[in-house]
């Protein structure tokens, strides 16, 4: 195993109960163990309603794990791994409460922001390319 990869939805809802918490903690220590680089992206069911709350991954960055890369925002990095580099193009769940806290953008109707979702998402696909 070159490196492990957390597409999204680490729990089933954003605010996960501590005994998940707990387990999914004690699984990535025992990846982390093994100096294998691992990503998590941000789902939608990490993610709270609410802008600016932490997501249920947030806890995992704070603890500045060596070998363990957050992703909550676009990003674009390249990760060392045994066979050589590789590049991970993050993109996290895009929630609506992100693009509201714009006043440009507050007054879209639900169908419009989607679309306007699915445009800067297309957009940000073609910018990592």
């Not at 363990?68 to 990095?77: A, D, E, I, M, S």
């Given at each position: 195993v070159d490196a492990v990869l957390f597409a999204g939805d680490l729990?089933?809802?954003p605010t996960p109960n501590p005994t998940w918490q707990r387990e999914f903690a004690v699984q990535l220590r025992r990846l982390q163990q093994t100096d294998i680089p691992i990503v998590l992206i941000v789902g939608?069911?990490?993610?709270p309603v609410a802008f600016g709350r932490a997501t249920s991954v947030d806890v995992f960055n704070a603890l500045d794990l060596t070998a363990?890369?957050?992703?909550?925002?676009?990003?674009?990095?390249t990760l060392t791994t045994k066979s050589g580099p590789l590049q991970i193009a993050g993109l996290p769940w895009p929630t609506r409460h992100y693009l509201r806290a714009d006043d440009t953008y507050k007054q879209l109707s639900q169908e419009d922001m989607l679309r306007q979702i699915?445009?800067?998402?297309?957009?940000?696909?073609?910018d990592f390319a």
């Open positions: 729990y089933r809802t939608n069911h990490d993610t363990t890369h957050v992703v909550r925002t676009p990003r674009l990095f699915s445009r800067l998402c297309a957009r940000q696909i073609r």
